[in-house]
């Protein structure tokens, strides 16, 4: 069975700190894809970024950066630093690459709240 | 580019009101997905289109949720005789048949059954 485990249900941070948001994952699948997404205050859950597994290399997009570990099944996030509009609950969450459906598998998400 | 709508945004219902959500997707994605998220925790899977074919149903979706999606383009989900324990936020996403597998959401419609 596939599973998301975000074991941080909330973080507070002050503006300008660097935070990193915990996820890790289980599947029985060899080829699948992992996602974070962003739910503000509003509601509407937002892409951010997605990774597949059979490319494990770490990059950076602006003020985002994400660590992909296969061997220890997580797929960490990183804000550099934060602003106050990143507050929001993210939402790691896991599909199988080569089913039909893709559905997603979401985490039970990580509430973030930067103060001024 | 018009991203996924749905409508209503809210719904009020009493206990065992029949109600029928909208979901337009973003309209050149074949794959439509519906979603239900409570309070605290992380959008679950209820079904899923690819075109007009309805090819998965989460066992959560019992006999008094219908989904269509009749001519591939918009999809409705209507729940029957409504329950307090279907108050929740229902949420759609569409995606394209290939490519990207990433799923854009619409803003959800908030379902309160009194």
């Known amino acids: 069975a596939q599973k998301v485990t975000q074991a941080q249900t909330e973080i507070s941070v002050v503006e300008k700190e660097d935070v990193t948001l915990d996820c890790v994952y289980e599947?029985?699948?060899?080829?699948?894809?992992l996602f974070w997404y962003k739910q503000p205050p509003s509601g509407e859950l937002v892409f951010l970024i997605r990774r597949n597994s059979f490319d494990e290399q770490n990059e950076i997009s602006g003020r985002y950066s994400w660590n992909f570990q296969k061997s220890t099944s997580s797929f960490n996030f990183t804000i550099t630093a934060s602003q106050v509009v990143d507050s929001a609950v993210y939402f790691c969450?896991?599909?199988?690459?080569?089913?039909?459906?893709?559905?997603?598998?979401f985490g039970t998400g990580t509430l973030l709240a930067v103060q001024p | 580019d018009t991203g996924v709508s749905q409508d209503p945004r809210h719904k009020i219902t009493k206990r065992g009101q029949n109600v029928t959500f909208r979901c337009d997707p973003i309209s050149e994605h074949n794959r439509l997905y519906w979603y239900r998220q409570t309070l605290g925790q992380g959008p679950e899977f209820l079904t899923y289109f690819q075109n007009e074919a309805q090819l998965e149903k989460s066992r959560l979706l019992s006999d008094r949720f219908s989904a269509e999606r009749p001519k591939g383009s918009f999809s409705t989900l209507e729940i029957q005789r409504t329950e307090q324990g279907d108050s929740a936020m229902y949420l759609c996403?569409?995606?394209?048949?290939?490519?990207?597998?990433?799923?854009?959401f619409g803003p959800g419609t908030r379902l309160t059954v009194l």
């Open positions: 599947t029985r699948d060899t080829t699948y894809y």
């Open positions: 969450a896991l599909s199988e690459a080569r089913g039909a459906t893709n559905k997603l598998i």
């Open positions: 996403a569409s995606s394209p048949t290939t490519g990207a597998p990433e799923q854009f």
